[in-house]
């Protein structure tokens, strides 16, 4: 791409562990031509602006419709704000009803757990549960009440300018915001308001505008204060009897219309607001809508307007997700004092301080309060699990985690049970002895160690040595960690030269790529590459200085391979680096004419690992075809399987397991010679990556995917993944194991690595970008008011060869209230772990089951929310934890993701399954619930805004024909380009002013205008934040590249699955059902 | 020189034929053929080159099945009816329509009586149909196991081998040492090998595979095209076979980068060394040729394999490598399982048709003893050598490539056929050979080496090679009737091969002898060739050392003397001194004496590599350099006379004397005390001393000759008197004086510190036992 610099100055990183942000700036660097340093965290900017202009302000209070249709949900904040915002703002600067950043979701949810409670209180009667819920609210009844909390229901009040609550607080999010918030958007609320008013309808708010909505507030009494009301008109709804939760197909048929129903358009159009608030849903239970209509009708005015639909949900008002972005940057502290505040969303930009806990980048817990028992937890129905990132990338402005030397004694720990010193281990008895915060041992303090306490008995040093005020730190490891000396950093490639990948350009992408990777890589003395090719032979090359040119060794025998020479084969990398470039640039000529269509991955892996043997090192493998000789070899189980399938076969995800067992016994030779293998799939064709997988996945490397290949566009993307692999921060040959309070205990370690003893994980490589989930279980009980401890200990190797012990610790109060849990639940970590359950399940269990056991799972926490913590409200409200509110939109997308949807190519899930066991927990949202921008009408950037727009919903009902849209899951982006653009737009875009010739894989170029400009920003930006290059892909609508895109509409309705109103019901039903049968 | 075959009395023993019997007359019964005690054999030198060898430019005519033998000199010929009756079957035969012109006055070269031998060029007549002859091809296996020095050493042997071989021939390159790197020269990009691991045994469908020769994975090429009726190679085997003229640049590149084997020997042990596996590439290489080219595998190997199939001595120096000794005591733990391997890999190559050649340089065993089967059956050249930079290898490597006169006659592709009289069977063959399998009436039941056919493969020949036919004589019931009988037996042999030029030639010798009835003892007497019989009989014996264990050769070797010398003897019952031999015979117990004592028989002076090495020679040499190997020649060089022969005694030893020895493997000039003195103080340096001069030079002249005629090429010893080398004469010569007779000595002579009874006690000895009753 133009953007490439194709050589970025190499950003010599002595220690990258230590100070990541170098590291992270050297990813920019990256693909981006320009992006500043700018942190910035996507902001929604843009979005809300846009939507702004074009409306005319006044009357179209509810953008969402418009094309730029604002993706959030309409603030309508529940008349709760008004207190909540009273009291909870205090915490932080951020606008307190809206905790974190999604301001816009604001409006029904109810504000944030901790200050949330204000909030609530108003709505629900109970109090510890209110707090937290949100009542959705099926039914249109009068729930009105709440502001929004439900979608639309509310519509019982005229006015259900829930709004209004905000009007109280009105000021304080939108306008005000501006400033703290993200919200660019503001200054236009600011105007409205005004009018806004007047305009909307009854309607209410808006949603996508939230901003602009408030203005109303004033007047709507929400009845908020009745939330009981709505219930009422629940019941109805709540057509428990109405028996199918499912969706039946039949009614759904209907139903469809009216949602994204024309009929709801036209009505746009014209008054512009339709009341937002009970919009749709008629939808949702097909039945409800019976019974609602009444209550709809009489409603909303307006509604009259809309044709049959009585009852409606809007969806404008369901939970959805607020990008992060949108808030300034968030300083988090992670402890105060014995108060251990939730962190920020893992989404969101924010900057730690480590006062104790770790930074929520290397540990999150599902939970910030931690059960005090294991009833508690079966009860709740969440998972118990931590996300252990250990190489997180920090942000630029954090403290670099510190390193500690205790010389010959090597760290202090506890006799007992091994743990590493940390903060919160007590010191007693002026200090000689201390008290191991995880099992309660109380050991002698080392001679050397001992220090007086101070009157608030902590040792008065405490603030000096990091390991007793911070939450990370890295140990200098001793000999005593050793078994050989620390690892040199060694990088072994292998090409595949078989025919086709010779053919697609694959073998010429992937010399290029690792030629100008290697330019890039820091030339210590330390560093050692090698080279192999393979076809259906390896072919090794000794890159000896004393030879003239290269010699290439061939390993003919793919059954049983071995190295050819004892030396030679790995240099260091300042001795060879010319001969190599020079070796990268003749191979792909060299097989030009190559006729050997086989592959022998499996014997080219082992060679590479027997070269690799003595030292240990990544293998890096550039795939193209399905390994079809040799060990290890696979057949083209695709085709066979849709034989199968065609012949009711009724267990296809067999095909998703490996084919065998032998490349999971090679993998785990592998990693006890610490040989890390990421694979890079450059293909066009299925190449079985449930098999490939295993080995990646045993040795803590990853699977690259590049399907299907394209000379032409994929080159940059595989350079650019190339370079991130060798130059993101990591370490070697470590272990790791995750240490915690006497009362739980670990449960299960899930990602990429090897396990050979219970207790410990071992990682022959470790990196930013891997994410291990360790789950836990009761096995005792914690006191009320204890804090549970978890330490996460990493021993590795630095690319420098220095052996460390990274020490990461957590401690988080015990609970025994139900509600505390529900409160302090992390949605983002939760779903990393049905994520990473999900996949896990895929190649096990048929898909519907594992979609079932999702829902279920989902449905379940909900009930338990509903069954133990709202217990009051009507069972025809649906009440969601505030703090899980998008719950059921990610269990949405989740089930019609790729890896769970039914039409998905194999290879496609199974790509998916193993990128999501090593995911983060920032990254597994968006790659499910991907971001969606409209790019033909990107604001300019004013001053600390972020280039980003605003996100908007998955839902086809936001786009526009006229627009172009830019959707991204940190993996993939697709452009998709409606149908009446504009050319002149397309030609800034594009460069050209029809679609026509453009290539779907499309290269982003950078046209002298404007928009281009800006849309090179954005997408750079998002580079920056994936810390990946995406791959682009253009699509037209009413191609099947459209389809595509549409896919991943996840709100929409498809054949098979629900659309997000529709599910909404589905749990709300299956909800009422649980809680009925008790 | 004793050689020579005039010393010996008779002029060019092997005549025109170069076919030796050892009984010229034929005992007519079985009986009186095991009371000869030397078995009846020829001794045959296919393709030695003979001025007077007729040459005809049409394909033999030969009798009908299953006969097939050729027409002959010996054939009765009916010129009116234009029939010919075979001496052989008696069969009567048509001759064939372009005989027709035949006439008593117009007679074929084959009928001519004197044309016992004659070569056939078969399509010389017909242009047209003659084949491309397909180029040699030279696959060169190099040890890379050594010392830099020795490397060195081979690499410029191997330089100047390139620059000597013939611009057509293909050539390819092996080296190994840990593991096998077979290099690809047809690839301009990059130095290509391909490496095989050292440890496994790998066959050569593997190899085939491996090296995507087998068509499998050849993609569109598909199987290989017929070309001239040929399975021609497949394109893909000139990636690793290229003629001489295209690679050659390649090749010295290579050599140039070439280095000792990389991989660490650990302390206190030997180098890993797959020779086994080494091989087995090399033949499965050739594999992928056609068929019937002519290929040479030549391996130049600088110690024992250690590792793998073939491996001979594990890699723990404390372990040594087997002796002679362990061999007899089965203590050689690899021996036999080596031995198995390689006797695969010799069908393998005679299947294919090539030659495993080795030149084992080096000061440790190697494991000929081992591999002897291979080049054995192959017809392959061997040489044994200290150092890669001694002349024995140097100059050996150097002849093999050389042309014209000098030249070995490298030959592919050899046959042999042999066709008997009825009463003649034929019980095998020691020599170069393999058996072909062709089982019909003439074979013997009773076996002596390849046996149980009537025709051997020759994958490589050369003039020199030479070849023993035992005989068995069982005359049928009719013709032991002296009515019926006819009084001549025939053989023949019917020889074909590639020459080097690559043409197709039939060398066929037919030979008839005499039966002599069982009672006239003169006419056998007569019929004695010693020399043939000393050669037989060593052969014999070296054969039957090797494959009988507990066999005593040297008490067989006395028993058959004795009851050769009571049977041919003159003497009184019980009075040894009556007793007086034939001159026919007279040579021989001196002959039985020096074999008992050569290193064919006391093998426990050598290795075994040693030993199998020897043995190879003896059995693929003519008989007369054959004698020399059982009975070194001793010539004298002094001032009173011209160079005489002497006997071969420690009493031919003298101080004014220079002695040359020609033991064959070795040749040694030994100077007399005196002259030694003479020599040391420079005489020969100054003009007035021109004949000392002389004198020190002619024996090296002589030498020297001997050298230049032989292969391998004998070590040149030249030592003087009491030197530490001149145990090299010392341990050939008759120890006629030793220290136990040391008083007696004449001044000058020297003793041998031996307990070995002297040739007159030996004598003595058999005389005594002879004329015992």
Redo the contacts between chains.
């Keep these: 791409m133009a953007s490439l610099q194709p050589r970025p100055p190499p950003n010599y990183i002595p220690n990258p562990n230590q100070t990541p942000n170098l590291a992270a700036d050297s990813f920019q660097n990256l693909q981006i031509s320009g992006p500043g340093s700018a942190p910035p965290p996507p902001t929604a900017t843009s979005g809300p602006i846009s939507r702004a202009v074009q409306p005319p302000p006044g009357p179209v209070p509810r953008g969402p419709f418009a094309s730029n249709g604002p993706p959030m949900a309409p603030p309508s904040g529940p008349p709760g704000v008004t207190p909540s915002m009273i009291r909870a703002p205090s915490a932080q600067s951020v606008p307190a009803p809206f905790p974190g950043s999604p301001p816009s979701n604001a409006p029904y949810t109810v504000p944030p757990p901790g200050r949330g409670q204000p909030v609530g209180a108003p709505y629900m009667t109970n109090p510890n549960l209110n707090p937290v819920s949100q009542p959705l609210q099926v039914g249109p009844p009068a729930s009105a009440a709440q502001p929004n909390p439900m979608m639309g229901l509310s519509a019982s009040q005229p006015n259900s300018m829930n709004q209004n609550p905000l009007g109280s607080m009105g000021p304080r999010p939108f306008p005000g915001q501006p400033s703290s918030q993200p919200y660019p958007g503001p200054p236009a609320l600011a105007s409205q308001p005004v009018r806004g008013p007047p305009q909307s309808f009854p309607g209410q708010t808006f949603v996508g505008q939230p901003p602009m909505g408030q203005p109303p507030m004033g007047q709507p009494p929400m009845g908020q204060p009745q939330m009981g009301q709505p219930q009422m008109g629940l019941h109805s709804m709540g057509p428990p009897s109405m028996a199918p939760p499912s969706m039946g197909a039949p009614p759904m048929g209907s139903v469809a219309p009216p949602f994204g129903g024309s009929a709801w358009q036209g009505q746009q159009r014209q008054g512009g607001m339709l009341a937002p608030v009970r919009m749709a849903p008629a939808g949702m239970g097909q039945q409800p809508m019976v019974s609602t209509p009444g209550a709809v009708m009489g409603y909303s005015p307006h509604a009259g307007a809309q044709v049959s639909t009585p009852s409606k949900i809007d969806p404008n008002q369901i939970p959805r997700p607020v990008p992060s972005s949108n808030s300034s940057l968030v300083y988090f502290e992670t402890r105060q004092g014995s108060v251990v505040s939730p962190p920020p969303p893992a989404t969101s930009d924010f900057i730690v301080r480590d006062a104790g806990n770790c930074s929520p980048r290397l540990m999150r817990c599902t939970m910030n309060q931690i059960p005090c028992n294991g009833e508690i937890l079966t009860q709740s129905c969440m998972p118990l699990a931590l996300m252990v990132q250990p190489f997180a990338l920090p942000h630029p402005s954090e403290e670099p985690i510190q390193l500690v030397d205790f010389g010959e004694m090597g760290p202090v720990r506890c006799i007992r049970c091994k743990a590493y010193i940390n903060p919160f281990m007590r010191f007693i008895d002026q200090g000689r002895r201390f008290v191991c915060n995880l099992c309660g041992f109380g050991n002698d303090t080392p001679r050397d160690y001992i220090c007086n306490l101070g009157p608030d008995m902590r040792r008065r040093d405490a603030d000096e040595r990091p390991e007793l005020c911070r939450g990370t730190v890295e140990f200098v490891a001793t000999k005593e960690f050793m078994v050989r000396e620390p690892m040199p950093a060694v990088y072994f490639f292998l090409v595949d030269v078989s025919?086709n990948a010779v053919g697609t350009g694959a073998t010429a992408a992937a010399c290029s790529a690792i030629s100008q990777a290697i330019s890039d890589i820091p030339e210590g003395p330390r560093t050692m590459v090698g080279i192999a090719t393979f076809d259906?032979?390896i072919?090794?090359y000794s890159l000896k200085r004393s030879?003239?040119?290269?010699?290439?060794?061939?390993?003919?025998?793919?059954e049983?391979v071995?190295t050819?020479?004892?030396?030679?084969l790995i240099v260091p990398l300042g001795e060879c680096r010319e001969a190599l470039e020079q070796?990268l640039e003749?191979i792909p000529?060299?097989y030009q004419t190559n006729?050997?269509?086989?592959s022998a991955f499996g014997a080219a892996i082992k060679a590479g690992f027997l070269a690799l043997k003595p030292t240990g090192g990544k293998l890096l493998v550039f795939q193209s075809v399905l390994p079809s000789v040799g060990i290890g070899s696979l057949s083209s189980r695709e085709a066979e399987g849709r034989i199968n399938i065609s012949n009711a076969d009724k267990e296809p995800h067999k095909l998703l397991q490996p084919a065998d067992k032998t490349l999971k016994t090679m993998a785990v030779e592998f990693a006890e010679y610490q040989v890390c293998v990421d694979v890079f799939l450059i293909t066009q064709t299925y190449v079985d990556i449930a098999s490939i997988s295993v080995v990646p996945s045993t040795t803590g490397g990853q699977i690259y995917y590049y399907y299907p290949f394209s000379a032409v566009s994929d080159p940059a993307k595989l350079y650019n993944d190339l370079r991130w692999n060798l130059s993101r921060p990591q370490g070697f040959e470590a272990v790791m194991r995750v240490r915690c309070s006497q009362g739980i205990q670990v449960q299960e370690y899930s990602g990429n690595f090897c396990k050979r003893v219970p207790t410990d994980i071992d990682l022959p490589a470790i990196d930013s970008d891997k994410t291990i989930m360790v789950t836990f279980k009761h096995d005792d009980k914690f006191q009320e008011g204890a804090e549970c401890g978890f330490q996460c200990a990493i021993l590795y190797t630095t690319v420098h060869g220095q052996r460390r012990i990274r020490v990461m610790n957590l401690s988080l109060p015990c609970t025994t209230v139900l509600g505390n849990l529900f409160r302090s639940a992390d949605l983002d970590s939760q779903f990393s772990c049905f994520l990473k359950q999900a996949a896990n399940g895929i190649p096990t269990t048929p898909l519907t089951q594992v979609r079932e056991q999702i829902v279920n799972h989902c449905i379940n926490i909900l009930g338990s929310y509903r069954k133990f913590c709202a217990t009051i409200s009507s069972s025809g409200q649906l009440i969601l934890p505030e703090a899980l509110k998008l719950l059921p939109l990610y269990t949405l997308a989740l089930i019609k993701s790729v890896g769970l949807r039914n039409d998905g190519r194999l290879d496609d899930r199974s790509y998916w399954a193993s990128h999501v066991a090593s995911i983060s927990a920032s990254l597994a949202v968006p790659l499910v619930y991907p971001r969606l921008i409209s790019i033909h009408d990107l604001p300019s950037k004013e001053e600390g805004d972020s280039v980003l727009p605003a996100p908007v919903a998955l839902s086809s009902e936001y786009l526009s024909d006229e627009g172009v849209f830019l959707l991204e899951n940190g993996e993939d982006a697709l452009i998709y380009v409606g149908g009446m653009v504009n050319p002149e737009i397309l030609q800034k875009l594009f460069g050209s002013p029809s679609l026509e010739g453009l290539p779907s894989q499309l290269v982003l170029q950078q046209f002298g205008n404007d928009l281009s400009t800006k849309l090179n920003e954005v997408v750079n930006e998002i580079r920056r934040q994936r810390c990946s290059y995406l791959r682009l892909r253009l699509c037209k609508k009413g191609e099947p590249s459209g389809m595509l895109f549409h896919s991943y509409m996840v709100e929409d309705k498809a054949p098979g699955s629900l659309s997000y109103v529709e599910f909404l019901v589905h749990v709300h039903r299956q909800i009422q059902i649980q809680t009925k049968s008790n | 020189m004793a050689t020579d075959p005039s010393a010996l009395g008779a002029p060019d023993p092997d005549g025109l034929d170069a076919i030796r019997l050892t009984w010229n007359a034929l005992p007519r019964s079985k009986l009186e053929a095991s009371k000869c005690v030397i078995p009846l054999a020829a001794c045959i030198s296919p393709l030695r080159s003979n001025p007077n060898v007729v040459s005809l430019p049409y394909p033999p005519l030969r009798c009908k099945q299953p006969c097939l033998a050729v027409l002959n000199p010996f054939s009765q010929v009916d010129f009116n009816a234009k029939i010919w009756i075979c001496p052989i079957c008696y069969s009567r035969n048509h001759f064939p329509p372009h005989y027709q012109s035949i006439s008593e006055d117009r007679i074929p070269g084959e009928l001519y009586s004197a044309c016992t031998t004659v070569e056939y060029s078969p399509y010389e007549s017909n242009p047209a149909a003659i084949p491309a002859p397909p180029p040699p091809v030279f696959l060169f296996v190099i040890d890379t196991c050594v010392i830099e020095e020795e490397l060195e050493f081979v690499k410029s042997a191997m330089r100047q081998a390139i620059g000597l071989i013939p611009d057509n021939a293909l050539v390819g390159l092996i080296t190994f040492g840990t593991?096998v790197?077979l290099h690809?020269l047809g690839?301009a990009?990059?130095?290509?090998?391909?490496?095989?691991?050292g440890t496994?045994e790998?066959t050569k469908e593997?190899i085939l595979d491996?090296?995507?020769l087998s068509g499998r994975?050849?993609?569109?090429?598909g199987p290989h095209p017929q070309v001239n009726g040929f399975n021609h190679p497949s394109g893909a085997v000139n990636r690793f076979l290229l003629p001489a003229s295209e690679c050659e640049y390649t090749l010295n590149t290579l050599l140039d980068?070439l280095q000792t084997d990389?991989?660490?020997v650990e302390a206190g042990n030997r180098s890993i060394r797959c020779t086994g596996v080494a091989l087995s590439v090399a033949a499965g290489l050739l594999g992928a040729c056609m068929p019937g080219t002519g290929a040479r595998i030549i391996a130049l190997l600088g110690g024992p394999c250690t590792e793998g199939p073939g491996m001979i001595v594990s890699k723990d120096l404390s372990e040594p490598v087997r002796s002679h000794k362990d061999l007899a005591k089965d203590a050689a733990p690899h021996f036999q399982k080596a031995v198995k391997f390689y006797d695969a890999l010799a069908k393998q190559l005679v299947s294919q048709g090539h030659v495993l050649d080795l030149f084992a340089s080096a000061l440790d065993q190697v494991g000929i003893a081992e591999m002897k089967v291979v080049v054995e059956r192959t017809g392959g050249l061997v040489v044994l050598s200290e150092s890669f930079g001694h002349a024995v290898f140097k100059d050996s490597f150097k002849r093999i490539f050389d042309v014209g006169e000098n030249a070995l006659g490298l030959s592919f592709n050899g046959a042999l056929e042999v066709n008997c009289s009825k009463d003649l069977k034929i019980q095998g063959v020691i020599g170069p050979c393999t058996s072909l399998e062709k089982k019909g009436v003439l074979c013997a039941e009773s076996v002596v080496g390849q046996g149980n056919t009537t025709a051997w493969k020759l994958c490589g020949l050369d003039r020199s090679t030479s070849l023993t036919v035992f005989f068995d004589v069982s005359p049928s019931e009719r013709s032991s009737q002296p009515a019926h009988a006819n009084p001549h037996a025939y053989v023949q042999f019917v020889t074909s091969y590639q020459n080097p030029e690559g043409q197709m030639k039939i060398r066929v010798t037919t030979i008839c002898r005499n039966w002599v009835e069982s009672s006239v003892t003169e006419e056998l007497v007569q019929g004695f060739d010693q020399e043939t019989a000393a050669v037989v009989l060593a052969r014999y014996i070296s054969l039957k050392m090797e494959m009988e264990e507990e066999f005593d050769a040297t008490r067989w070797i006395d028993r058959s003397l004795i009851r050769l010398c009571s049977r041919f003897g003159d003497y009184r019952k019980d009075d040894p001194a009556s007793f007086n031999l034939h001159s026919n015979f007279s040579l021989f117990p001196q002959f039985m004496f020096n074999l008992r004592r050569s290193q064919f028989v006391q093998v426990f002076n050598n290795s075994p590599d040693e030993t199998a090495f020897f043995r190879m020679i003896l059995n693929r040499e003519t008989v007369t350099n054959s004698v020399a190997m059982i009975q070194p020649s001793l010539i004298a060089y002094s001032f009173s006379a011209p160079p005489t022969p002497v006997l071969l005694d420690v009493a031919a030893i003298a101080a004014d004397r220079i002695l040359l020895l020609d033991a064959y493997f070795s040749v040694v000039i030994f100077h007399g005390l005196t002259v030694a003195q003479w020599r040391n103080m420079g005489y020969h340096n100054q003009p007035e001393h021109q004949a000392f001069a002389q004198l020190l030079q002619a024996p090296q002249e002589e030498a020297q000759i001997i050298i230049n005629g032989r292969f391998p090429v004998p070590r040149l010893v030249v030592c003087d008197q009491h030197g530490s080398q001149a145990r090299f004469l010392l341990a050939k010569l008759n120890p006629s004086a030793t220290y136990t007779t040391a008083h007696e000595v004449a001044p000058g002579s020297d003793i041998i510190f031996t307990d070995d009874v002297s040739f007159q006690v030996f004598s003595e000895h058999l005389q005594r036992l002879a004329v015992q009753s």
């Design positions: 025919m259906s032979t072919h090794f030879q003239q040119q290269p010699v290439m060794l061939i390993v003919p025998d793919a049983d071995y050819p020479l004892q030396t030679d070796l003749s000529s060299m006729k050997i269509a086989d | 593991q790197h690809e690839f990009d990059l130095t290509k090998i391909f490496v095989f691991r496994k790998i593997q491996q090296l995507g994975n050849m993609g569109p090429r980068d990389q991989w660490p």
